[in-house]
């Protein structure tokens, strides 16, 4: 065994620099400078991406706005159609109405007058029926 | 009687799988200089694991990450948001090489001491760790650390980066001076003592008492292999950052 030795430089020292350099150069070819600029080329692409989104968003606000004016406009317009057609049923309806009632009281009267008429008549026979029945009366009560 | 020396020979067993070696190196001879071959092994076997799993990884990323894609890219955000914080937002980019590497080279080399049974490999003297718990390597990587921070000051201030060491004033000149040594002297020691005192406490736990009681110190281990990391990249960063920005 030899005698040990702790702190014993010698060409060790220089080719480890240049191990380190080289594996330096080397790490810098293969790993460092191509998956950084890979991952940076991905962060602009993924920030643009992001910035583009936000353009939409104004786009989207826009047809939002139209979309909400179309359906305002198709509204009015709706309720304007509906408001006529209200008001030309209810005249319809008026019209309607005004007829039936015309014909309602037409047969009203002449119900009426029929009745009328038999009333009198009942009335008539009645009297002449009072007339024979009081003379029967008088004839019972007051024995010739 | 035949107890005791059976336990004995059992325990000398156990000694020798787990017996403490510190500062023994296997060395290799390059063109009449030596070399520590067990740390050039393990750490070709971690920028071999950096390489391939981040070839396999990177090579088709998608936009909506698989799931190792998704570790790569926590990991590759985790090291920007370290650069960020400590060299500011206009000029991290540029570092970003230099402190991820650092990070994971040293994340990948502490974790690969605290996980891989090192032992299973026989090597003629000495045995496979971290690669950081060799001074030589703490120290080749903390002097880049220095060149970096002096590279950072003088691109871009010029001349003018070394007004700072007469401020705020003239007197605290050698302190400012000594302050380059300091830096990478604490750099490459804190991890190369944090880093052999880790496996050295494993192994004598493991000499001493063979099971479960090292578990936690191993999971301490884990824990402390990923925070000298961390520290070693933030100071590297926090030093690259302070050159930079303007003393005034």
Redesign the interface.
């Known amino acids: 065994?030899?005698k040990?030795?702790?702190?014993?430089?010698?060409?060790?020292?220089?080719?480890?620099?240049a191990?380190?350099?080289?594996?330096?150069?080397?790490?810098?070819k293969?790993?460092?400078?191509?998956?950084?600029k890979?991952?940076d080329d991905?962060d602009a692409a993924i920030r643009e991406k992001l910035n583009s989104v936000k353009d939409t968003s104004g786009e989207v606000k826009q047809l939002e706005e139209q979309a909400a004016a179309v359906m305002k406009a198709a509204r009015a317009e709706i309720s304007a159609a509906l408001n006529q057609m209200k008001r030309e049923v209810a005249l319809d309806l008026e019209v309607k109405m005004a007829e039936g009632r015309k014909k309602v009281e037409a047969e009203l009267a002449v119900a009426l007058e029929n009745l009328e008429r038999q009333k009198e008549e009942t009335i008539k026979a009645l009297d002449s029926q009072i007339a024979a029945l009081s003379q029967d009366i008088v004839k019972k009560v007051l024995p010739l | 009687m035949s107890v005791l020396p059976c336990s004995i020979n059992t325990l000398k067993g156990i000694y020798d799988l787990s017996g403490v070696?510190?500062?023994?190196?296997f060395y290799w001879q390059?063109g009449g200089?030596?070399?520590?071959a067990q740390?050039?092994i393990t750490?070709?076997v971690v920028?071999a694991i950096?390489?391939g799993s981040?070839?396999i990884v990177?090579r088709n990323?998608q936009?909506i990450p698989t799931d190792g894609?998704n570790f790569?890219?926590y990991v590759?955000?985790f090291?920007?948001d370290l650069t960020k914080t400590q060299i500011g937002e206009e000029e991290y980019g540029p570092w970003?090489?230099?402190i991820?590497?650092?990070f994971?080279?040293i994340f990948v080399s502490n974790w690969s001491g605290a996980l891989l049974p090192r032992k299973i490999i026989e090597l003629p003297?000495g045995e496979l760790a971290a690669?950081t718990n060799?001074?030589?390597?703490t120290?080749?990587?903390a002097?880049?650390t220095s060149v970096a921070y002096f590279y950072a000051g003088i691109s871009k201030k010029g001349l003018g980066y070394f007004g700072k060491y007469i401020q705020p004033t003239p007197i605290l000149l050698p302190i400012n001076i000594l302050e380059d040594f300091t830096k990478p002297l604490s750099l490459s020691f804190r991890l190369f003592g944090n880093i052999l005192a880790d496996e050295l406490v494993v192994v004598v736990l493991v000499s001493l008492v063979p099971s479960l009681v090292p578990i936690p110190v191993m999971f301490l281990g884990l824990f402390t292999s990923g925070i000298q990391a961390l520290i070693f990249a933030t100071l590297a960063a926090a030093y690259i950052g302070e050159s930079m920005e303007g003393h005034h």
Not at chain 1, 30 to 36: D, K, R
Not at chain 2, 134 to 137: A, G, R
């Open positions: 065994m030899e040990a030795r702790l702190f014993d430089f010698n060409l060790t020292l220089p080719i480890i620099v191990e380190f350099l080289f594996l330096m150069v080397a790490l810098d293969i790993y460092f400078a191509p998956l950084g890979f991952m991905r | 070696e510190v500062g023994q190196h390059i200089f030596q070399v520590h740390v050039l750490s070709w920028i950096l390489l981040a070839t990177v990323p936009t894609q790569f890219e590759l955000e090291i920007r970003v090489p230099f991820g590497t650092m994971l080279f003297q690669p060799d001074i030589n390597t120290v080749a990587l002097l880049p």
